[in-house]
């Protein structure tokens, strides 16, 4: 087989995952770029050229600095409460425990647990008077329609359904931790937390550096668990309301689809940002020796 056959059935084989990338991820953020100068009207059958306008009407939306606090508050509580707790059960999962095969599934679950079904129980354990969170602490708070303590409920929620993916995902890089450094550290005399602090962390950190980068994407989009559990009727919605959910409103529900692609077009740079930021600053923690 020659070099030009070879070289088309690699495209062949990337074909299917190319054009799809295409067509529903380049093509529609180029598209809602373009929305966003654009005055639609008559349901998107009529659009008027408006230059900067939807952005200058974005930036002094006192409701968009506030949806953009609550994005941020979210990242900030889920980011580091999710690796923390995803690396602790990869390094209790790596560790030769009895059925640990079993905890591997148990941990995984919420990845593959329905949405709804999994919002329809937290709504429960998160109930005032007879959920099951406030009968474990003696409390009696309304978890989910309170605007001091509904972020922290969605944040748990967050955090429950993140575990598994990450966690296997440090699972993997501490697998990929050369035994020989272990038993090298073990003759030193170090053990315990210090050769996790010394061995382990280290070189585990090409695998948080990666993890950390996908986590705040996906922590700036949150979405679900406000429409689920929330709901658009709480009175604790502008508490959490996202940048994700206020695009939903703004384009599914008042049918401003310019508006609309304006906050998700911001929040792309927001992501373009925060994602250079983290490159830059890998270079003081991450080692790849």
């Keep these: 087989m020659n070099s030009k056959s070879r070289y088309a059935w690699a495209y062949l084989m990337i074909a299917p995952t190319l054009i799809g990338t295409l067509a529903f ?15 639609s009207e008559n349901f998107g059958l009529v659009n008027h050229w408006v230059g900067w306008a939807n952005y200058e009407r974005l930036f002094k939306d006192d409701e968009f600095w506030r949806n953009l606090r609550n994005t941020m508050q979210y990242v900030v509580l889920f980011v580091p409460a999710t690796i923390v707790l995803s690396t602790l059960f990869a390094v209790l999962l790596n560790a030769k425990i009895k059925g640990r095969s079993v905890y591997r ?52 929620v967050g955090v429950w359904g993140a575990i598994g993916f990450n966690m296997l995902l440090i699972l993997a890089g501490l697998q990929g931790i050369p035994r020989p450094l272990y038993e090298a550290a073990e003759i030193d005399g170090a053990v315990g937390f210090r050769r996790f602090r010394s061995i382990t962390l280290p070189l585990l950190t090409p695998t948080l550096f990666f993890t950390s980068i996908v986590l705040v994407i996906g922590a700036t989009q949150i979405f679900d668990s406000i429409y689920l559990i929330i709901g658009k ?48 600053l890998q270079k003081k923690w991450v080692v790849y020796d």
Aim: proline share 3%; hydrophobic share 60%.
């Design 233 to 280: 009727t709480n009175v604790a919605l502008p508490a959490v309301r996202s940048l994700v959910y206020a695009y939903y409103q703004n384009a599914f529900i008042y049918y401003d689809q310019n508006y609309g692609a304006v906050i998700v077009n911001v929040l792309l740079v927001i992501n373009l940002i925060l994602t250079g930021i983290q490159f830059l």
């Design 105 to 156: 599934v148990i941990y995984y679950l919420p990845q593959v647990t329905m949405a709804a079904a999994a919002a329809m129980v937290w709504v429960i354990i998160f109930a005032q008077d007879y959920g099951l969170l406030n009968s474990a602490l003696g409390t009696h708070i309304a978890w989910i329609s309170d605007k001091r303590f509904a972020m922290y409920a969605l944040v748990i």
């Design 25 to 39: 991820w380049f093509w529609p953020a180029v598209y809602s770029i373009y929305l966003g100068f654009l005055k």
